[in-house]
């Protein structure tokens, strides 16, 4: 696996390669992975013009002579459970999780696999190390996340009767389904009318915070745990979508929750010596995903835009967007520019403090998102679905927002 930093680097590689296989007259070919079309020599280029091939069958043409190289710019290096890869060539800063996910591809066991190798000349080996020693010797909570909170959280949550069981089906069927906002929209605004009219604002608080505190929950356990109550998947799409359009009491802090840390890489092309790379022999602890509804949220620095770009290509370049760098330009500068153009966040930001412009900035942010749902999809489900893009797509935008209206 050549691992490349961009889509247009991956592509220089694949030709390299493919053009020294011919020189040595090798019967071996490579593959190139990466989302969407992109510019490169004069011409529109995609995976399928590349390869021969649709973007669908690269994981099981990779198994199958005369392929043996998998070139790739950000897909396949996480979730990809192959046990052929063998040799990997990082020409792409990595840190944390992302590392370990990377590297990881290597880890899968072969008949024929007695060792693995990795090349790297963008990282440097204290990096590695640190990002290896949470899962070495043995990763442990440092305490518990109760299965028992989901049951408890779910019976407050269908005792509020905002919702009926009747609805989240209807919804669930109609979200799988594939339907569009205008049919999902009117099952949701129905709850929302009831959230306003029936419950008073220490309801409203306390149902928002255990809807949120349901989801996440519920998307933890799912992982580790053989969770197969349909009922429960239901009610996580369902609240999902319904958490968006709760309007918020103005007591409720809507910037609460936890917000991603975020290392911004930088790009040095440096050749490093071969190292061994021992992580520290000892225990590690992680944190468990609270059940409460409470959270906390950390300030973000705002960095060039070219280490967005590289942090949006590193946390979410595997999804398969319709149009990766018109996602870039929207979130780099459509959405900021909107954001920044709203009223109540303009004066929040010139005339307020900053806890009270990043309320104003989510309110704007949430009313920018869904208009966009029409042309744009696929950045509207992330924005609803993956939790961990909805933080980073606020922090991004809020610094990026902030410095288009100017300091308060």
Known sequence: MVVANGVERAIQYFHAIRDYLIERKSRHRAIVAFSGEHEFGGARVSEASLNGFPSGRIAGKIREDPYRFLVCADKFQTGYDEPLPHTMYVDKTLSGVKAVQTLSRLNRAHPKKHDVFVLDFLNDAETIRDAFADFYRATILSDETDPDKLHDLLADLDGARVYSAGQVEDFARRYLDGADRDRLDPILDACVAVYLNDLDEDGQVDFKGKAKSFVRTYAFLSCVLPYTDEAWEKRSIFLNFLIAKLPAPREED????????????????????????????????????PAGAGGHRT???????????????????????????????????????????????????????????????????????????KDDNVLFKQFVDNEGFKRWLTDTVFGLASGRVGAP
């Open 254 to 289: 809507l910037s609460r929750g936890i917000l991603d840390a975020i290392d911004m890489d930088s790009y040095r092309v440096e050749k490093r010596a071969t190292r061994k790379i021992a992580p520290p022999d000892e225990e590690a602890e992680i944190e468990p995903t």
């Open 299 to 373: 300030e973000p620095e705002l960095d060039r835009l070219s280490n967005i770009v590289r942090a949006f290509n590193d946390l979410f370049g595997d999804i398969q967007w319709d149009d990766a760098d018109r996602v870039r330009r929207l979130i780099t500068e459509t959405i900021p520019a909107r954001v920044a153009a709203d009223t109540a966040f303009r004066n929040a930001r010139r005339n307020s403090d900053r806890d009270n412009a990043r309320i104003e900035h989510d309110k704007a942010l949430r009313r920018v998102m869904t208009s966009m749902v």
